[in-house]
């Protein structure tokens, strides 16, 4: 997770200072260079996606982080997502010095192949500089596993292989009777097939009963408390920092509304607040 960030090989001759210009290199179309009709173009109630990317990487451009980042949020928030997008969202956090929202958008630009390289090295390069303030997020083997199984795999996977291996096990056991030299080799086959279907299945029906239940985020907030309970009066159980991963249980984070069930990657569970974190995107 720690590793040196190398913008500047992009760019010979720059360095991490002039991070704000990087974000040309990960347009999909020219930024419209206007001079003094940004505004009017955003008086005017425009909310065309690409006009708004436009305007924001412009402000971008100018230093104006967080006007930029009022017109990409905007474009969040019709649905609108892309690489660059994020990208920019990233960068733009990073200068506001909000490092837990810009580890966020450069990991949800990472899943976009045209910046997935940049977003890497922007995430790791963010994720030093919280490692430095805050040291090591511990994360449990057990966790990465179930985050795996959950989230990058899924059950799909699981039911294929399900399905293939009782195949096997009706084939083989009607071969036998067809191939009486093999009888016994045909036998062992059905034998360990049927041993593996076991475990495959079962772990096929519980991904596919939790697939709608979990939900994976991050904590993008200082200062946030995983608490026993909802609510202020309840007792913290661990003062968490930007960049904290958890799965948030969706049943019973409904029956609180302003907090979610957790689960964080060191293995403990609680409660934290919910404007405290952000949740992936499944793309």
Do not use: K
């Given at each position: 997770?720690?590793?040196?960030?190398?913008?500047?090989?992009?760019?010979?001759g720059l360095g991490i200072l002039t991070l704000p210009g990087l974000f040309i290199l990960f347009h999909l179309v020219p930024v419209l260079f206007f001079t003094g009709k940004a505004d009017a173009a955003a008086q005017s109630g425009g909310t065309d996606p690409q006009l708004l990317f436009n305007e924001g990487n412009y402000f971008l451009a100018e230093g104006n982080y967080r006007q930029a980042l009022d017109r990409y949020y905007e474009i969040e928030s019709q649905g609108q997502y892309s690489g660059p997008l994020f990208?920019?969202?990233g960068l733009a956090h990073k200068h506001l010095q909000q490092q837990g929202k810009a580890l966020y958008y450069f990991q949800q630009a990472s899943a976009f192949p045209?910046?997935?390289?940049?977003?890497?090295?922007?995430?790791?390069?963010?994720?030093?500089?919280?490692?430095?303030?805050?040291?090591?997020?511990?994360?449990?083997?057990?966790?990465?596993?179930?985050?795996r199984l959950l989230f990058d795999t899924g059950f799909a996977p699981f039911l294929f292989l399900s399905l293939l291996l009782f195949n096997i096990c009706l084939l083989g056991w009607a071969a036998q009777w067809f191939y009486p030299k093999w009888r016994t080799n045909l036998r062992y086959a059905v034998l360990f097939s049927f041993l593996?279907?076991?475990?495959?299945?079962?772990?096929?029906?519980?991904?596919?009963?939790?697939?709608?239940?979990?939900e994976a985020g991050l904590v993008v907030q200082e200062q946030v408390s995983l608490r026993e309970a909802p609510g202020m009066q309840s007792r913290v159980l661990l003062e968490l920092s930007p960049g904290f991963r958890f799965v948030k249980d969706r049943d019973t984070s409904k029956l609180q509304p302003g907090y979610l069930n957790v689960q964080l990657s060191n293995g403990m569970s609680g409660w934290i607040p919910a404007e405290s974190a952000r949740m992936f995107i499944s793309f």
């Open positions: 997770m720690r590793c040196s960030f190398r913008f500047r090989n992009y760019f010979p990208l920019n969202m045209e910046v997935r390289a940049n977003a890497l090295e922007a995430r790791d390069f963010v994720s030093e500089r919280l490692f430095q303030r805050f040291g090591e997020i511990p994360v449990l083997n057990t966790w990465t596993w179930r985050y593996a279907l076991l475990p495959v299945s079962a772990s096929c029906y519980w991904l596919w009963s939790v697939s709608d239940r979990y």
